[in-house]
């Protein structure tokens, strides 16, 4: 045998060598943090463990997204922590640090308020934990400490509740005097749907918020505060504008305990399009919803394993909703899901 062909088969020997080396190095699923900071692999398709941390069950809307996330979790496959807040800051807090010192994968939250979390989350950064946020957003300046938003534009929605009552009472003369049932205090849903609603009446200053206050997204607390204002200015009320459906249907039932008829005496405007809201609208009690839908599980669950496996996901994803009114409601109540 030549030296020529000795060497050719010298060269081979080696470059199998070294894609074999390669192979296995590519192969590796040791668990160590990866390039971006997080834990895993960086495999979609590898088995996850996520801590999920939702707000409480106060209403329809919030029993829904809760099962679409749930389930979204484990029909992928991977395993599922979940925790209850029961609208408490403190039981979330503790929730997510419980998820840290398990060394989940991935924590997912819908904060009870917007501020206060700014630790905790740093937490979650240092022990190299994914955080991803789901339905309500957090207000901290440093946005590195979470990977994405998920959810509603909660101002567009105060916005479309504007524009709606604007449209459907601009032929009335004079003053149109609204009373808010506001959310949780220090929500985001609370403080944007507020924002977007003032912003487009600030062109419109005979459509004046006489009364507001908050009835913490609860059906039972929409109906007391609905009950007060009633007892207060129950003759100069025209339109009842409500954070979210639950506290809507409250305050028609205290609206009928008063002697008027909501949807007539006083419109009704909630935000949510729950099942109940279109009840109430296809029994006349209710004119409109603005829709947050909340069936957005397997979306989340896509984002999740899109991180994991190096993708980059924009700091906020919005999902796409609509309003609907009475004149809808019989029609579209069979199609409801939530």
């Not at 929730?95 to 700014?118: C, H, L, M, N, Y």
């Not at 909501?262 to 399009?273: C, H, L, Q, R, S």
Request: charged share 25%; proline share 2%.
């Amino acid at each position: 045998m030549n030296k020529q062909v000795k060497s050719k088969i010298m060269l081979l020997i080696m470059i199998s060598f070294v894609l074999f080396l390669a192979a296995c190095s590519s192969g590796s699923t040791g668990g160590e943090a990866s390039s971006n900071g997080n834990k895993g692999g960086g495999n979609s398709g590898e088995k996850l463990v996520i801590g999920f941390s939702q707000v409480g069950a106060e209403s329809e809307w919030r029993t829904a997204n809760t099962e679409s996330v749930k389930k979204a979790i484990t029909d992928a496959g991977h395993e599922l922590k979940f925790s209850d807040a029961q609208q408490k800051q403190e039981n979330q807090i503790k929730a997510i640090r419980s998820f840290i010192a398990q060394k989940v994968d991935a924590i997912v939250f819908s904060p009870v308020v917007e501020t206060g979390f700014e630790t905790v989350l740093k937490e979650a950064k240092t022990a190299g934990i994914p955080v991803f946020l789901a339905d309500r957003a957090v207000d901290i300046e440093d946005d590195s400490l979470w990977v994405t938003f998920l959810g509603s534009d909660f101002v567009e929605e105060g916005r479309k509740a504007a524009n709606w009552l604007i449209e459907e009472m601009e032929d009335v003369d004079g003053e149109v005097n609204i009373v808010e049932l506001q959310g949780t205090v220090g929500s985001a849903p609370a403080i944007d749907r507020k924002e977007g609603f003032e912003e487009v009446m600030a062109d419109h200053p005979n459509f004046k918020i006489i009364k507001s206050q908050s009835g913490d997204f609860t059906r039972a607390k929409g109906k007391e505060v609905m009950e007060a204002f009633l007892k207060s200015d129950g003759d100069n009320i025209d339109v009842l504008y409500s954070h979210n459906d639950d506290m809507a249907i409250g305050a028609i039932q205290a609206i009928e305990e008063y002697g008027l008829k909501p949807g007539e005496d006083i419109k009704i405007i909630g935000v949510d399009a729950v099942k109940g809201a279109f009840e109430a609208m296809a029994a006349g009690k209710m004119n409109v919803t603005v829709e947050c839908n909340p069936l957005f599980g397997p979306q989340l669950v896509d984002l999740i394993e899109a991180h994991i496996s190096g993708e980059k996901l924009e700091k906020r994803i919005s999902v796409e909703e609509s309003i609907y009114t009475m004149d809808q409601a019989e029609e579209l109540l069979p199609t409801r899901k939530y």
